[in-house]
């Protein structure tokens, strides 16, 4: 996600700075988005000289003191609340007083997040859909004590993005995986139950109701650990049984079967 928002972010014609753990990873993470405008410049999307410019805008390091002077920073590190909190504490240290501080999180309240900083009333969520190149899709979130100049900026970055912003309210999975989850969950349970084969099932959902992918192939794509940390979050807030992670779900984590990201999930890639 912290590539694919960086990427689209310098084509919508900002700097940007971005952070990873390593230098390895940072180094990685900046070569994937240069491959990926050597992709469309051979499908003719851009020209090079395009690609060169937007490019320049780019900086990648594994120095957060580098994120000192922006003027609005977002986290989409692990779906962990542990994680992020630890982050956004980092980041309120660094950044500049004036600085939004945004959480890409698809599941926490922002709220716990944003009373973790000195600004809380500059913390909000904005949640981009992954690939973020490609999915039009930014819920912002707006928290009970986030400023209305906060919301704007956020909005009009979206807009600026040629994204189209939602606003949401802070309430877990806001408004996209509060239903699209219990329906991926429900999928898992009708595998378990031995209803149909994943492939009929995820072919069922694509023919009936006109998805560009099955429930098996989305968790595959989303990660089955993202997954599962977006579920028990959703259940943790609501007690809905709707959101009680599949046992099947739950094994397969276990046993390291991720999805797209590691190779193993309930395909093989």
Not at 72 to 82: A, K
Not at 97 to 125: E, H, W, Y
Not at 152 to 177: H, M, W, Y
Request: contains cysteine; glycine residues 6%.
């Amino acid at each position: 996600m912290g590539s694919g928002i960086a990427e689209t972010v310098i084509e919508s014609g900002f700097q940007a700075t971005l952070l990873s753990r390593t230098s390895e990873t940072a180094h990685a993470m900046g070569e994937a988005i240069k491959s990926s405008f050597e992709r469309k410049t051979a499908k003719e999307r851009k020209t090079v000289i395009r690609a060169e410019e937007e490019l320049s805008r780019l900086n990648v390091t594994n120095q957060i003191t580098d994120l000192a002077d922006c003027d609005l920073v977002i986290e989409t590190v692990v779906e962990d609340l542990e994680v992020k909190l630890r982050v956004i504490k980092n980041l309120d240290a660094v950044c500049k007083a004036d600085a939004i501080i945004a959480t890409n999180t698809s599941t926490f309240p922002i709220i716990d997040l944003a009373m973790a900083t000195q600004r809380p009333d500059k913390v909000c969520g904005i949640h981009f859909f992954n690939p973020a190149q490609v999915m039009k899709l930014i819920e912002i979130v707006k928290t009970l004590v986030v400023s209305e100049e906060t919301i704007q900026t956020a909005t009009s970055f979206a807009l600026s993005c040629n994204k189209e912003p939602v606003i949401v309210k802070d309430q877990a999975g806001f408004i996209v995986n509060a239903l699209l989850f219990p329906y991926l969950n429900n999928a898992v349970k009708l595998l378990e139950q031995g209803v149909a084969a994943k492939e009929d099932i995820d072919t069922a959902m694509k023919g009936g109701c006109g998805f560009p992918m099955g429930p098996f192939a989305l968790l595959d794509l989303v990660g089955l650990d993202t997954a599962l940390s977006i579920l028990n979050s959703l259940y943790d807030e609501f007690k809905d049984p709707n959101f009680a992670p599949a046992m099947l779900l739950k094994r397969m984590v276990t046993a390291g079967m991720l999805g797209r990201k590691n190779g193993f999930g309930f395909y093989s890639y």
